[in-house]
Structure formats: C-alpha cells, structure tokens
C-alpha cells in the first residue's frame, strides 16, 4: 500500500504524511509511557495486526520517530523508544487525549481501562494554564495504580519551562511513602467524571468516589489544575 502523501506545501499536510497513518498516533501514546518491547506493544494494541505493527514501527524508524535499542536492566532485552523528535509528538497527544475524554463513555470488557495508560491519563487531564508558578506534589491514590505527579517550578523570565518540560509522573511502590502536597484517593473514573462535570466533588466525596486531603493552597490549586469545581450536568 503506498504511504499517505497529502501533496501540499503546508506544515500540517506534511506532518500529517508522516504520523498521519492509523496506529501510528497510538504507538507513539504507549511509547511516551516507556520503551517497550514488540510483544509488549502487541498485547496493548488489541486489534492491531502483527504485520501492521512491524511496517508501522519500520516507517517510524525511518522518519526518526523512534529507535530500537538493547538494553540491559532489569532483564536483557530489546526495546522500541521515542527519538527526541518522536518526544515532541506529546503535547499532541496531550490534546487529542482532552479532546477525547468527553467521548469516552464507560469501559468494558472489549475496552478496559488499562492502568498503564494512568500516568499519561493524569498528565492529559490537567489544565495546563492552571498550572501552579511554584512546585506543586500531588499522590493519586487510586484504585488503577498509585502515583505521584510533580510539577516543578517555573524558571524567571528568559528560562521558562515548557509545561511538559515541568511536570512529572511516576509510579508509587507499595513500600515507598513519598512525601506530597495533597492526595487524592479514588480512582480515574471519579476524577473523570468530575472533571467532565458528570458530578460535582461534594457528591462524589459524599459517595466514595474521590476524596482529597491536603493544605487549603494545595487543595485550591489541584482544583483548579484537574477542574474539579465543574457543575455537575
């Protein structure tokens, strides 16, 4: 099948040519959580055929997206990562993940939701212009996995950060305690669904689905940050 080419002298056509294909955006989603090995990309893009998946990533190879390497810890194996130039491919991801969330409905059993897809989820549903000038460390505790978002401060004038260069996610491990400025207890359906305005925070916490602890400037700013004052529809 030949490649997809637009034919237009314009920006958009021709970024378009290169990630414009199906299941190139989606590889691109799993390899922003971490490398991963061909089996492991198999088994997250269900429905995906083995063949496809080979001409996707050999096509992405090709266009420097991404690059397959050995590694050696914590076992021997090979792996596919994003190249810098495939990096710079997340704040559009980001996007596409905000335009979505209003059209996800409910998992099920066809389509679960898959808790190694968390972080990228919580680091989707911020609202970058809401984010704080100084560090900022939230716990998500929740029933798809527990972990820690950092935001790190913004630099003076002539130094800033990007708001993807700023913000942190990592996994929280059963014996670590790290230290935060608030934690949310729940899980990603609650949050969601407030943030989608589906139910307001008072019923949620008044039902089980969310709870926060934390100072009233960090509670005030993950609000904020997450939208969780949206009315209720």
């Known amino acids: 099948m030949p490649k997809r080419d637009y034919k237009q002298f314009c920006p958009t056509a021709r970024a378009l040519n290169v990630v414009g294909e199906r299941w190139t955006l989606l590889i691109v989603r799993d390899l922003l959580i971490a490398p991963?090995?061909?089996?492991?990309?198999?088994?997250?893009?269900?429905?995906?055929?083995?063949?496809?998946?080979?001409?996707?990533?050999?096509?992405?190879?090709?266009?420097?997206?991404?690059?397959?390497?050995?590694?050696?810890?914590?076992?021997?194996?090979?792996?596919?990562?994003?190249?810098?130039r495939g990096r710079a491919l997340e704040p559009?991801?980001?996007?596409?993940?905000?335009?979505?969330?209003?059209?996800?409905?409910?998992?099920?059993?066809?389509?679960?939701?898959?808790?190694?897809?968390?972080?990228l989820g919580l680091r989707a549903m911020m609202h970058e212009p809401e984010l704080p000038a100084g560090r900022l460390v939230i716990r998500f505790a929740l029933d798809e996995g527990d972990q820690l978002v950092t935001i790190a401060a913004q630099r003076p004038r002539g130094q800033r950060l990007l708001p993807t260069e700023r913000v942190t996610v990592a996994a929280v491990e059963?014996?670590?305690?790290?230290?935060?400025?608030?934690?949310?207890r729940g899980s990603m359906a609650g949050l969601l669904w407030i943030r989608e305005g589906i139910i307001d925070l008072d019923a949620a916490n008044e039902q089980g689905l969310l709870?926060?602890?934390?100072?009233?400037?960090?509670?005030?700013?993950?609000?904020?940050?997450y939208r969780l004052d949206a009315p209720a529809a």
């Open 92 to 119: 559009v991801l980001l996007e596409l993940a905000r335009f979505g969330f209003p059209l996800l409905g409910m998992p099920t059993d066809e389509q679960p939701m898959m808790a190694e897809r968390v972080p």
């Open 211 to 225: 709870s926060l602890e934390g100072s009233e400037d960090a509670l005030t700013a993950l609000r904020f940050l």
């Open 174 to 184: 059963d014996h670590d305690r790290p230290e935060s400025d608030v934690v949310v």
């Open 36 to 84: 991963r090995r061909y089996s492991d990309l198999r088994r997250s893009l269900t429905g995906m055929a083995s063949n496809l998946l080979a001409v996707r990533l050999t096509e992405m190879e090709d266009a420097d997206l991404v690059v397959k390497k050995h590694i050696e810890e914590p076992s021997p194996r090979d792996v596919y990562a994003l190249t810098d």
